[in-house]
């Protein structure tokens, strides 16, 4: 059973930062790894999306990394800014199946004015 | 196109009532798929379709909850009879490819009291 594992689990730090999300996975038997945000009381925001034959992806301030073979994937984002300000959960499908995914816990982002 | 719809945005009920969840997905996604997120148990996965049909319905809590896709733009979620621990966010999300992103909607905000 794939397990999803986010630390830090909450985060603070000051605008302008570069800041790191780390999310580790059990099975490394993935199709891809997926980065979402979500807003307080909102749904959930695909940001970037890793295919298992990538080594990283970018969009803007956003760069995700991923490391199959030891079961590691990283968030890294530049320069934050308040309205960054959300929780970020990473998901990858069940062991086995492309459909279903399993999602960690989330790491709650402050970043302070 | 307006995403994902999901209605009510909010519901609030009493204990033994049944409730219905709607969901509208994207337009030509063939999967939808319905999550449940608290701040225990995180987000969790209760059912997906392809093509309406459902393919995996294994993470539906108990026998009080139904899932149904009647056409590819319409799916419900039903919690008949309804119990206080229901009370959570039940997110509807759909994609193109199993292997590509999903999109969430904003969810339904549900309260059984």
């Known amino acids: 059973k794939q397990e999803v594992t986010q630390i830090p689990a909450a985060l603070s730090v000051p605008e302008g930062e570069n800041l790191v999300l780390n999310c580790s996975f059990t099975?490394?038997?993935?199709?891809?790894l997926q980065w979402f945000r979500q807003d307080p009381g909102k749904g959930l925001t695909s940001l970037l999306l890793?295919?298992?034959?990538?080594r990283e992806q970018t969009s803007g301030r956003l760069n995700a990394s991923l490391d199959k073979s030891s079961g590691r994937s990283t968030l890294y984002i530049a320069a934050s800014q308040p309205g960054d300000s959300a929780t970020y959960l990473c998901a990858v499908p069940f062991s086995g199946s492309a459909r279903q995914l399993t999602f960690g816990s989330g790491t709650q982002l402050t970043v302070l004015p | 196109d307006a995403g994902v719809i999901q209605s009510p945005r909010h519901e609030v009920t009493e204990m033994g009532q049944e409730v219905t969840l709607r969901c509208k997905p994207i337009?030509?996604?063939?999967?939808l798929f319905w999550y449940r997120q608290t701040m225990m148990r995180g987000l969790e996965l209760l059912i997906y379709f392809n093509n309406n049909v459902p393919i995996d319905d294994s993470g539906m809590p108990e026998d009080r909850f139904s899932a149904k896709m009647p056409n590819a733009s319409f799916s419900t979620l039903k919690i008949q009879p309804s119990e206080p621990r229901d009370s959570a966010v039940y997110f509807c999300?759909?994609?193109?490819?199993?292997?590509?992103?999903?999109?969430f909607g904003p969810g339904t905000r549900l309260l059984v009291l």
């Open positions: 337009s030509g996604h063939d999967y």
């Open positions: 099975d490394s038997a993935i199709y891809n």
């Open positions: 999300a759909s994609s193109l490819d199993p292997r590509e992103t999903q999109y």
């Open positions: 890793i295919q298992s034959s990538q």
